[in-house]
């Protein structure tokens, strides 16, 4: 079905563990980003991307990495994943309109 | 700073009455004003959005007002139904900014009582 798509839905990781967040849209859109949500402080941006191969810092980018090798794929990394990283995590992509993915609850233990 | 300020932080209303949800703005630069809506745990979801080309659009029960000289736009839902209760957020963009990237409000939970 087309759409967007995040996995794993829910993970349980350790201090200082890599965990990688998957994304992947089906409607070519050039656009994806990458938020965090948390009580209290709504969406945050992470990173986003205009295109395949570019990608920039949004409004938190500080333990996490991002790549886009290809235009439907936008994986999110934390290299070593600290407690204050627990928070679902969205994926969105934007042609004209911004659609977002299901979701990712992530829990650092 | 790109900010878009929402109120209220929380909302109860009683079945058949109007929901009102109201966001405020400082960049003059932006011109499309979207409203999404979260069900507990899934993603936001487009619900409608606005230009400010236009002071109102509706869409069945779901209406933005918006007020370009007072920077102000609001969500009114009217005959408020259980079903309606999320999380309502409010953003903005603007065509300066890389992707037109989305500025959220930080979110209004409305329940709607039976």
């Known amino acids: 079905d087309a759409g967007i798509t995040q996995s794993p839905r829910y993970k349980i990781t350790e201090t200082g563990r890599q965990v990688t967040l998957m994304c992947h849209q089906t409607?070519?859109?050039?656009?994806m980003f990458w938020y965090r949500q948390d009580l209290g402080h709504g969406l945050r941006l992470i990173y986003y991307?205009?295109?395949?191969?570019?990608?920039d810092k949004g409004e938190v980018p500080d333990g996490y990495v991002v790549s886009r090798s290809k235009t439907e794929n936008f994986p999110l990394t934390l290299e070593s994943a600290t407690r204050s990283q627990t928070s679902v995590y969205f994926c969105?992509?934007?042609?004209?309109?911004?659609?977002f993915g299901p979701g990712t609850r992530l829990t650092v233990t | 700073q790109q900010q878009v300020k929402q109120s209220p932080q929380s909302l109860i209303v009683q079945k058949g009455g109007i929901s009102i949800i109201n966001c405020a703005y400082e960049?003059?630069?932006?011109?499309?004003f979207p409203w999404y809506q979260q069900f507990p745990g899934k993603g936001p979801a487009l619900l409608i959005a606005i230009r400010p080309d236009v002071s109102e659009k509706k869409e069945g029960r779901f209406t933005i007002s918006f007020n370009k000289s007072a920077k102000q736009f609001s969500l009114h839902i009217m005959d408020s139904q259980p079903g309606d209760s999320a999380t309502y957020f409010c953003?903005?963009?603007?065509?300066?900014?890389?992707?037109?990237?989305?500025?959220f409000g930080e979110g209004t939970q409305l329940t709607v009582n039976p």
């Open positions: 969105a992509s934007k042609q004209y309109e911004q659609y």
């Open positions: 409607w070519s859109h050039s656009y």
């Open positions: 991307s205009a295109a395949a191969d570019i990608t």
């Open positions: 953003a903005a963009s603007s065509p300066e900014t890389s992707g037109s990237r989305l500025t």
């Open positions: 960049n003059t630069a932006f011109d499309y």
